[in-house]
């Protein structure tokens, strides 16, 4: 499985280093959020990776819903229960939770399709900044302390209409901002794609804290920071 790099197992848990998190981050989500950076102050796995780890455990439901309810650091043991009947809690070994999993319908354990979804989910949910971000917030007039950026991933959820896909693809259908004083909501909704076909529907909720007044000079060299980190990373 593809995922074998960016994790590793020990005693039965599941561990994550800072370097394994960050190169899935950049590789594989195109996420540069410096959040993910192994040397950041407030360093976390990206959820992302947690909810393609919970694929590759679990399989694909038709109906499936994540919420994220802590911030994984560097090497934290994570314990993926044995036992799944539809509901499950992935938490360190002091209990405390991080990511909490719903999911209903049938369930597919096709290595295949687990890594077609995982590998674009991961990839679209990796561009929300600044591809749906930065107009989001243009719009509404705001944007996050290019300082102190804080965006975190609150959950995400998705229905399939069946199972016997290939490729499966996101396309975004809809995005919202909910501002209330320095926080905001933002939600995108999503179709999901195989062969033309809608084939199900999706979205996700971030949280975006220290909202100040949108200055379209300090996004810019935000966008120019990422695309820059981009260059370096992959040479184009």
């Not at 370097?19 to 195109?30: E, M, P, R």
């Not at 995982?118 to 990839?123: G, K, M, N, W």
């Not at 959950?155 to 016997?164: G, P, V």
């Amino acid at each position: 499985m593809f995922l074998d790099s960016f994790h590793r197992k020990q005693d039965g848990y599941v561990l994550i280093s800072a370097d394994q998190a960050s190169n899935f981050a950049k590789d594989v989500a195109g996420d540069f959020n410096p959040i993910h950076n192994p040397d950041a102050k407030r360093f976390c796995v990206p959820g992302d990776l947690l909810f393609a780890l919970v694929l590759q455990r679990y399989g694909v439901s038709e109906r499936m819903a994540v919420r994220f309810s802590g911030m994984v650091g560097d090497n934290v043991p994570l314990v993926f229960p044995e036992v799944d009947e539809g509901v499950v809690d992935i938490q360190d070994t002091n209990g405390k939770a991080y990511l909490h999993l719903e999911h209903g319908g049938k369930t597919s354990h096709d290595a295949q399709l687990i890594e077609q979804l995982t590998r674009h989910y991961v990839a679209f949910s990796g561009h929300n900044f600044p591809f749906i971000m930065v107009p989001l917030m243009e719009k509404h007039g705001v944007m996050f302390n290019p300082k102190r950026p804080l965006v975190i991933y609150e959950s995400m959820a998705f229905e399939l209409n069946r199972l016997d896909i290939q490729n499966p693809e996101m396309e975004l259908a809809n995005t919202s901002l909910d501002v209330n004083g320095k926080r905001g909501d933002a939600h995108f909704e999503f179709n999901i794609t195989a062969d033309g076909e809608v084939v199900g529907t999706g979205s996700k909720k971030l949280i975006v804290s220290g909202l100040m007044p949108y200055d379209s000079a300090a996004m810019d060299d935000m966008v120019e920071q990422f695309e820059v980190l981009k260059q370096q990373r992959f040479g184009r």
